[in-house]
């Protein structure tokens, strides 16, 4: 629970006493933070490098005086020291860190950027106790989508580090194909800052919290369609026509037949012409029972049922064709008499070559 | 007279500058951002919003914020 809560209405109050107090306490302990960091062990200068250079020369000092034949292999040795010697002299100066002590902030800096945050946000929030300092935005709202508002939690303990802030929406309305993605810059509460990375570091680094906390809010703000984790055009995700839920534009389908939009679950790939559908424009074929598109399926012409080309014979399915060959097999009815006329028996069997008919 | 000047466009400047007697905070940002809009930052003296009119003084500290500033 927030050891202290200042929420301002519109028009954003001045603080009390008390909160002046709290401020001040969260000032005291941001500003040790600082002072500790400035304190850090300053880098040393090259001086092994630089003894190693003033030994070698020394031996080759003695191998000239005395003539040996070694004299190229310890110049040579040299040139490879004094290399060594630049490039650790060149480090050195990088590790130097002189700008940062010009801006070294005070707790008197800090506290006075503490109450302008009170000017600026709707809510700021104080947890001495876990180190942390948080504002809250006004509601945020892009190109008609509503984010709701966002808290800037900045945790002191880690104000020069690479992850000192996180973004957590308070009423989150995340985008339908990643809840983690609660504002097209924001994933897992973290910010991806683009244009505002330099300023937002060099604001940390030199104790400038009003600033930080402004250069946030602006970026929360802004939309980027160039470089969104989810584009808002997207953010209400397509709906599939068969199941009804949402995924990304990325991850959907649309039926080849009618055009509806498909979740990858849904879309039915035609087993014949590789087509997406739609379950209202697929079947299954009766026979094998894979998936084809309505080009690639018709029905048996005797008994209707949807079949794939590789099921018919003739346009007839392979239930039908067995009814029918058993059809052709059964003997047929011969009648034995009938008024006032003899009628050859109708042969079962065709009379074949070389047999002579036998009136019955 | 020195005033500080930060300016978080960009890289970011914060540095104390030399300005003229009777700067205005118009003048400043003519001055510093020339080819900028004014409603397109927030500015701020001493951390507080201003008049774009109004004079600086000794030991002011001026901010350039922009508004719009794009994520990734």
């Known amino acids: ?360 | 007279m020195k005033i500080l000047f930060i300016n978080n466009d960009g890289g970011g400047f914060a540095d104390h500058i030399d300005v003229a007697e009777g700067t205005t905070v118009q003048a400043l940002f003519e001055q510093r951002l020339k080819s900028a809009r004014p409603e397109d930052y927030l500015i701020r003296v001493n951390r507080q919003p201003v008049s774009p009119d109004q004079v600086l003084a000794e030991g002011d500290r001026v901010s350039f914020t922009p508004t719009k500033i794009e994520g990734a």
Request: charged fraction near 25%; hydrophobic fraction near 30%; aromatic fraction near 6%.
């Open chain 1, 1 to 360: 629970m927030a050891e202290f809560r200042l929420s301002q209405s519109l028009g954003r109050r001045r603080t009390t006493k008390s909160t002046d107090r709290t401020l001040l306490r969260a000032a005291l302990k941001i500003g040790e933070v600082y002072e500790r960091e400035s304190m850090k062990v300053c880098p040393e200068p090259p001086e092994p490098s630089w003894r190693e250079v003033h030994r070698v020369h020394r031996l080759w000092c003695q191998a000239n005086k005395r003539r040996w034949n070694c004299e190229r292999i310890l110049v040579r040795g040299l040139r490879m020291r004094l290399d060594e010697l630049r490039k650790a002299i060149d480090k050195f100066a990088s590790n130097l860190v002189a700008d940062s002590r010009d801006f070294l902030p005070t707790s008197k800096t800090i506290h006075a950027d503490l109450v302008a945050l009170c000017s600026e946000f709707a809510e700021i929030q104080v947890e001495l106790r876990e180190g942390h300092l948080s504002v809250i935005t006004d509601p945020i709202s892009l190109e008609g989508v509503k984010l709701g508002p966002f808290e800037i939690r900045l945790y002191w303990s880690r104000l020069l580090s690479g992850h000192a802030y996180d973004v957590h929406a308070l009423e989150p309305n995340p985008a339908a194909a990643n809840d983690s993605v609660s504002h097209p810059h924001v994933q897992d509460d973290s910010l991806c800052e683009g244009e505002g990375k330099v300023a937002i570091r060099a604001a940390l680094q030199q104790g400038r919290l009003l600033d930080f906390f402004l250069l946030v809010r602006q970026i929360l703000e802004t939309y980027n369609p160039r470089s969104a984790y989810v584009q808002l055009s997207d953010w209400l995700g397509v709906t599939c026509s068969d199941c009804g839920t949402s995924s990304s534009e990325d991850e959907s389908f649309g039926c080849g037949r009618c055009g509806c939009d498909l979740c990858g679950d849904c879309s039915r790939s035609c087993s014949s012409c590789g087509q997406a559908s739609c379950s209202s424009c697929s079947s299954a074929c009766t026979g094998c029972d894979a998936d084809y598109c309505s080009s690639c399926i018709s029905a048996c012409r005797d008994c209707g049922e949807d079949y794939c080309t590789g099921c018919l014979t003739d346009r007839k399915c392979s239930s039908c064709l067995e009814s029918e060959d058993d059809e052709d097999e059964k003997p047929q009815h011969v009648p034995e008499e009938t008024t006032g006329e003899t009628i050859a028996a109708t042969a079962v069997h065709a009379l074949r070559l070389g047999e002579a008919g036998i009136p019955a």
